[in-house]
Structure formats: structure tokens, C-alpha cells
């Protein structure tokens, strides 16, 4: 059954509620999260009860500190994907404003949790901050449980030799320091951009290797320069490449946005939406003297990123 992404915590039918869920913002859906998610998925088949999630939109930050840089690791519809590839049954992205932040942690629990959502169960992190002030944390979420009627879990940390907790925080900071590998490490899978391919310049195509540009949008920005990447296709296609997130500080400057150049493509894809994972770190973004060294050193990307993504090759 495919995942079912609900709005509100207001008037829902009867099927979308009583599950078990996890309450979090869950941006990234990290093994730190997939952990607390794997808490209700035992809450859920224990009471024969569906699977749910519970986080918002937009990210709370947002809405407190409206004028931050970029920080999102996913998109709603990625995290939907995500969520349903664990087999979540209902996803409640509740919306964010006013009213749900000026909620006190014990109406949060009685109004969305308990009648709203009519929550059988609750698994959230050892570090779960909810209700205005962020003074709910979890033990007054087990005081409300046995008050309103739900179960409740708290999952331990998760980390590893690197760090104690895994955590959406640091997810951004290995892609600020242009660490992938890492990112991925801690997301359980290599962290994607994914957007519609608009028209940029089309200086690539005319230098020989033609560029599928998508703006950044709320990502984070990960460290500019060059990446070796592989893109998914709407029709499931994956194809390697080699990209270059940054403002094309040689051809002239740009908003920040991701440039791949498909391996072996040569496809019209404007308008369409790609997802494209970054596998590798190769180089911070230069500005090149001219045309010319820039085409060389793309090529010299573009080799040392079809090693890597295409070893036998």
C-alpha cells in the first residue's frame, strides 16, 4: 500500500487514525531516525495498528529564524519516499505556524496527539523537544501517554566511531566540509538533490558536455565544487556523471545550483524532474583564466569521476 500523506490532525477519517507513531522533523531520514521509526514499527505490529510519522512543514527553524541560510537535507516528497521505503502507512506532515507553535506541550499532546491523531502509540528520541518553549521532552511525554492513552518509547542514541549521535546537524556539516562519504554514512544512503532541470546558459553543450541544471532551492549547500554523482531518472534510469555545484564564477556569475553532466546521455530532459546523489568530493569550485582551461580540467573531472563510479569500466 502506498504511503498516505495527510495535512492536518483536524477532521481525518477513521483510517487515519490509531496508528503507532514517530514524532520528530525526521529532515533527512537518518539511521538516527530510522531507529526511532523501527520503535513504532514494533508498537504497530504488536497492536495491529498502522505505521505512522509524524513531522512538519515547514521545519520549525523556519518559522523562527526566517532568515536562515538553506538547510534542508530533503525535500517533502523525498521524505515521503523515504518513509514509505520503510513502510510507513501514514505520514502526517502537519502544517507549522501560529497556532501549533504557540501550543503548550501538554495541549500538543492532548490536541494533536491524543484526540487529533487518536495515537495508540509514540516513539520519539532521547532528545525530543516538543510544545511552546520546547519544554515537553520525554518524560512529560510519558506523563502524557498514561494521562491520554498512548504507549510511548524513547530510543537511545545512535552513533559510531566517528560520533556519539547521529543527527541531522551533522549530516550538514559533513556537506559543508565536502564529505559525502560521511553524510552518507549517517543518512544510511548518499545524500540527493532533487529539482527540475531549467535552462542555464547552455555554454557546456556548445563546449561538448551539456549540463542538466537545478536550482539548490532550501538545501543545504553542501561545499562548492566538484562532484561525482549519480542522477535517477523519471523513468528510473540512473546515469553517472559529474557535477559542479556553485555560481560559474568563470562564465559569469549565477544563484547557487547543481550543473551534472550525464555519462553517455544526450536526452531532453528541461522541465522534467532528476534526483542526484553525491558520491564523491573531486575539487573546490576554480575560476579558470578562460574557455579553455576550463573544458580541460572539466574532462579531468570527468575522468577521475567515471573511476570512480565505473571502476571495471
Given at each position: 500500500m502506498a504511503i498516505r500523506v495527510l495535512h492536518d490532525w483536524r477532521g481525518l477519517d477513521a483510517a487515519a487514525k490509531g496508528a503507532a507513531v514517530a514524532l520528530g522533523n525526521f529532515d533527512g531520514v537518518h539511521r538516527g531516525h530510522q531507529r526511532v521509526i523501527a520503535d513504532a514499527a514494533k508498537a504497530?505490529?504488536?497492536?495491529?495498528?498502522?505505521?505512522?510519522?509524524?513531522?512538519?512543514?515547514?521545519?520549525?527553524?523556519?518559522?523562527?529564524?526566517?532568515?536562515?541560510?538553506p538547510f534542508r537535507l530533503m525535500t517533502p516528497h523525498q521524505q515521503a519516499r523515504a518513509l514509505g521505503d520503510l513502510g510507513?502507512?501514514?505520514f502526517y506532515l502537519l502544517p507549522f505556524g501560529v497556532e501549533m507553535a504557540g501550543m503548550s506541550d501538554e495541549t500538543f499532546?492532548?490536541?494533536?496527539?491524543?484526540?487529533?491523531?487518536?495515537?495508540?502509540?509514540?516513539?520519539?528520541?532521547?532528545?525530543?523537544?516538543?510544545g511552546k518553549g520546547r519544554t515537553g521532552d520525554p518524560a512529560a511525554l510519558r506523563r502524557y501517554g498514561e494521562a491520554f492513552g498512548f504507549s510511548v518509547s524513547v530510543a537511545e542514541a545512535l552513533g559510531d566511531d566517528e560520533a556519539d549521535k547521529f543527527s541531522s546537524s551533522a549530516v550538514r556539516e559533513a556537506l559543508h566540509q565536502g564529505h559525502p562519504e560521511r553524510a552518507a554514512k549517517i543518512l544510511g544512503r548518499p545524500f540527493a538533490i532533487e529539482g527540475v532541470v531549467?535552462?542555464?546558459?547552455?555554454l557546456g553543450r556548445q563546449l561538448g558536455f551539456p549540463t542538466a541544471n537545478v536550482p539548490m532551492g532550501d538545501y543545504v549547500l553542501p561545499r562548492l565544487g566538484v562532484y561525482a554523482t549519480r542522477t535517477r531518472l523519471p523513468d528510473g534510469r540512473e546515469a553517472p556523471g559529474v557535477a559542479n555545484i556553485?555560481?560559474?564564477?568563470?562564465?559569469?556569475?549565477?544563484?547557487?545550483?547543481?550543473?551534472?553532466?550525464?555519462?553517455?546521455?544526450?536526452?531532453?530532459?528541461?522541465g522534467q524532474t532528476i534526483e542526484t546523489d553525491l558520491i564523491a568530493f573531486l575539487?573546490?569550485?576554480?575560476?579558470?583564466?578562460?574557455?579553455?582551461?576550463?573544458?580541460?580540467?572539466?574532462n579531468a573531472d570527468a575522468a577521475v569521476a567515471r573511476a570512480i563510479l565505473m571502476p571495471d569500466l
Open positions: 504497530a505490529g504488536a497492536l495491529g495498528v498502522p505505521l505512522g510519522v509524524i513531522s512538519f512543514e515547514p521545519h520549525p527553524r523556519r518559522l523562527f529564524q526566517p532568515t536562515a541560510e510507513v502507512d501514514l499532546a492532548r490536541e494533536v496527539l491524543a484526540e487529533g491523531l487518536g495515537a495508540r502509540h509514540v516513539a520519539a528520541g532521547f532528545d525530543i523537544t516538543f531549467v535552462k542555464g546558459q547552455q556553485g555560481v560559474n564564477p568563470t562564465t559569469g556569475l549565477v544563484e547557487p545550483r547543481l550543473e551534472v553532466w550525464l555519462f553517455d546521455f544526450d536526452e531532453d530532459i528541461y575539487r573546490p569550485e576554480l575560476k579558470f583564466d578562460g574557455l579553455d582551461a576550463l573544458v580541460k580540467q572539466v
